[in-house]
Nanobody
Framework: QVQLVEAGGGLVQAGGSLRLSCAAS????????MAWFRQAPGKEREVLAV????????HYADSVKGRFTISRDNAKNTVYLQMNSLKPEDTAVYYC???????????WGQGTQVTVSS
């Protein structure tokens, strides 16, 4: 089992920045990748950014490319999501997730609310 705890959400004005963190504990040795997702009210959950745990390769959704940056600190078992140039449409609950097999996310955090005011 892997436990994930997110932090860093909050209220920010459009154009502002936030940094989310996701601390992993438990059986993290089996983790192959971690990702950030979000879900806005009435919308489907979408994947925003993925980072491989060993090599640090990253992938981004078009909606956040150039504005969001995913990074990891292996020593701290923590993944971050730096969010810049935030827009009201970025308002959502943000979740981190861990994968042991490609594309399959078995472990999820509790979510953190991000609200961007116009």
């Amino acid at each position: 089992q892997v436990q994930l705890v997110e932090a860093g959400g909050g209220l920010v004005q459009a154009g502002g920045s936030l940094r989310l963190s996701c601390a992993a504990s438990g059986r993290t040795g089996s983790t192959s990748a971690m990702a950030w997702f979000r879900q806005a009210p009435g919308k489907e959950r979408e994947v925003l950014a993925v980072i491989t745990w060993s090599g640090g390769s990253t992938h981004y959704a078009d909606s956040v490319k150039g504005r969001f940056t995913i990074s990891r600190d292996n020593a701290k078992n923590t993944v971050y999501l730096q969010m810049n140039s935030l827009k009201p449409e970025d308002t959502a609950v943000y979740y981190c997730a861990a994968s042991e097999k490609p594309g399959k996310y078995d472990y999820w955090g509790q979510g953190t609310q991000v609200t961007v005011s116009s």
